[in-house]
């Protein structure tokens, strides 16, 4: 099996170098690295990876330059995965991220730390999934708004959808719930439809339905 490509872009050139050799010895290839906005896409336009992970905020002004290079390699080659690594949780970003499309994720740095789940988020995006890091998932929960679009919705959909996202599948949220998959499968199905998402891909039904989660918070 061909190794999935990956394009790295982070100032912090230990953690960058670290993430390098951790993903060479987990049978990535890593065809090119980066340390600011403007380098990313360079790399991405010359090797065209299948995966780029990408710091929310590189120079020149430490701003949101990584979120503005995801959006161009989104724009320029929407069959790239994205894992967008941040400091801190940020609501706004990971909206809009998550709104993209499919192949998404957003990470918290901490994370990188385990490395089993640093992989798996990887492997996820970058077949496709969307992920978005657990402690964002947590923080908005604990906040309610006094329209909540998600009323409609029982205490155990709403804790599928809380799942969902997180970039859960259905057999993991099945292993999570400790209930069956084809349980879990009437749960979405039934989310989908009390939320009125439009009759698209099933894919992106989850996207949207994440998305609405979000917001919601």
Known sequence: ?????????????????????????SGYEVVG???DGPGVLDVVREHRPELVVVDIRMPPTHGTEGLAAARVIRAELP?????????????????????????????????????AEFLD???RVARGGSVVDPALVRELVSVRRKEDPLAVLSARER????????GRSNAGIA?????????????VRSILSKLNLPETGDD??????????????
């Open 33 to 35: 690295q980066a340390g």
């Open 1 to 25: 099996m061909t190794a999935t490509r990956v394009v790295l872009a982070d100032d912090d050139v230990l953690l960058r170098e670290g993430l390098a050799s951790l993903l060479a010895r």
């Open 121 to 123: 988020t990887l492997d």
């Open 159 to 166: 804790e599928v959808l809380a799942l969902m996202a997180e």
């Open 79 to 115: 069959g790239t995965a994205i894992l967008v690594l941040s400091a801190h949780a940020e609501v706004e970003h990971a909206m809009e991220l998550l709104a993209s499309g499919r192949g998404i994720g957003y990470l918290l740095k901490s994370r990188v730390a385990d490395v």
């Open 175 to 187: 292993k999570r719930l400790w209930v069956a998959e084809g349980t879990v499968e009437k749960h």
């Open 204 to 217: 992106h039904r989850r996207v949207l339905a994440v998305v609405t989660f979000l917001d919601a918070q």
